[in-house]
Nanobody, 123 residues
Framework: VQLQASGGGLVQAGGSLRLSCAAS????????MAWFRRAPGKEREFVASSSWSGRSTFYTDSVKGRFTISRDNAKNTLYLQMNSLNSVDTAVYYCAASMASYKPLSTVQYDYWGQGTQVTVSS
């Protein structure tokens, strides 16, 4: 499966953005999917994940209540709605996929990665 992330940009602190990740070469409903990010000078970190059906989601603590992961399997697309953005959210955001395993989302290892989309939050 190939993944294409989009939707990044420059936004003021407190603003919102919605990222999209289009999957091709496979059916998104066959995959657990996730968002990761890499801030300048830092390691890549997990942000949020969704089971193949979308019924289960998992978030890192720092984005709970601000970010929402969702998916539209009919469109083979994963989304990340980001609200109340602040400067610590500035990063390159990546989407990732793993064959649906029915394991707890916190344990999923991702095999497929898209290119990143830059999110910059100005204070």
């Amino acid at each position: 499966v190939q993944l294409q992330a989009s939707g990044g940009g420059l936004v003021q602190a407190g603003g919102s953005l919605r990222l999209s990740c289009a999957a091709s070469g496979g059916t998104s409903s066959s995959y657990d999917m996730a968002w990761f990010r890499r801030a300048p000078g830092k390691e890549r970190e997990f942000v949020a994940s969704s089971s193949w059906s979308g019924r289960s989601t998992f978030y890192t603590d720092s984005v709970k209540g601000r970010f929402t992961i969702s998916r539209d399997n009919a469109k083979n697309t994963l989304y990340l709605q980001m609200n109340s953005l602040n400067s610590v959210d500035t990063a390159v955001y990546y989407c990732a996929a793993s064959m649906a395993s029915y394991k707890p989302l916190s344990t999923v290892q991702y095999d497929y990665w898209g290119q990143g989309t830059q999110v910059t939050v100005s204070s």
